[in-house]
């Protein structure tokens, strides 16, 4: 075989594991890497799911709301944020609602190995137990990248599985609530909505976008019929 055709197989070929790999690591459908749940399970149900926090600039305000619309949510933590905050942290659980392992610092667990990913979710484990007294069995991978580690590694510390979304409102950055507002509009029965109630680059990030749309939309979600779920009313990944 010609030697330019040899080397011009072997580079497709790796660039076709590269891009299953990427599939694998980043996009929430993706099994690859382990199962992950995507979905309620109940077609009148969604899940308000809430990153990055706690965040005294924003998580008392949706407490708030959430408790003025009889909602429920779960908030993925930083276990850098609970240390800071741990009274939030103290608060969301007090208020009914569930937490979830988001890390210790937020990296991206794609790229890191197995012990890393481990001292990422225990540090985060213990610091969300230390604050409110519970234990976080459910747990959502920074930027949503998974590694071929994560499933087995999470396992071993007693976490029952990965949630990822179907469908998000991209409010991580700092913008009006009109685009976000809009975003939402596509949210239906037995979606996982990601949201986030804080930034992980900063402990008190600017997330008013974020209150004024659930604002706008826990009235009409509720009025619709929608319920809503946490992390603790699922038993499996399924």
């Known amino acids: 075989m010609d030697p330019a055709a040899i080397t011009a197989t072997v580079a497709g070929t790796a660039a076709a594991f590269a891009a299953i790999g990427a ?16 979905r309620t399970g109940d077609s009148r149900a969604i899940a308000l799911t809430f990153d990055d926090g706690p965040n005294p600039t ?26 800071e905050f741990p009274k939030i942290a103290a608060d969301v659980v007090a208020r009914g609602h569930a937490v979830a392992n988001h890390t210790e610092t937020h990296p991206n667990l794609a790229f890191h190995s197995a012990r890393k990913v481990a001292d990422e979710l225990a540090k985060c484990r213990e610091a969300i137990s230390s604050a409110t007294g519970r234990e976080a069995r459910w747990m959502r991978p920074p930027f949503g990248g998974r590694g071929p580690s994560l499933d087995r590694t999470a396992g071993a510390l007693g976490i029952v599985g990965v949630v990822m979304w179907s469908k998000w409102a991209r409010d991580w950055k700092v913008q009006p609530a009109e685009p976000v507002i809009e975003r ?9 909505v990601l949201l986030h109630d804080g930034d992980h680059h900063v402990a008190e990030g600017d997330r008013r976008h974020t209150v004024r749309a659930m604002e706008f939309w826990l009235p009409r979600w509720k009025d619709s019929g929608l319920r809503f779920a946490t992390v603790d009313d699922w038993n499996s990944k399924s």
């Open 58 to 83: 924003a998580t008392p305000a949706l407490l708030d709301l959430l408790e003025q619309h009889g909602a429920r949510a779960t908030f993925f933590m930083i276990g850098q944020r609970v240390r």
């Open 23 to 38: 599939w694998g690591a980043f996009v929430p459908s993706s099994q690859l890497f382990g199962p992950t749940r995507r």
């Open 184 to 192: 939402l509009r596509r949210v239906s029965g037995g979606d996982i």
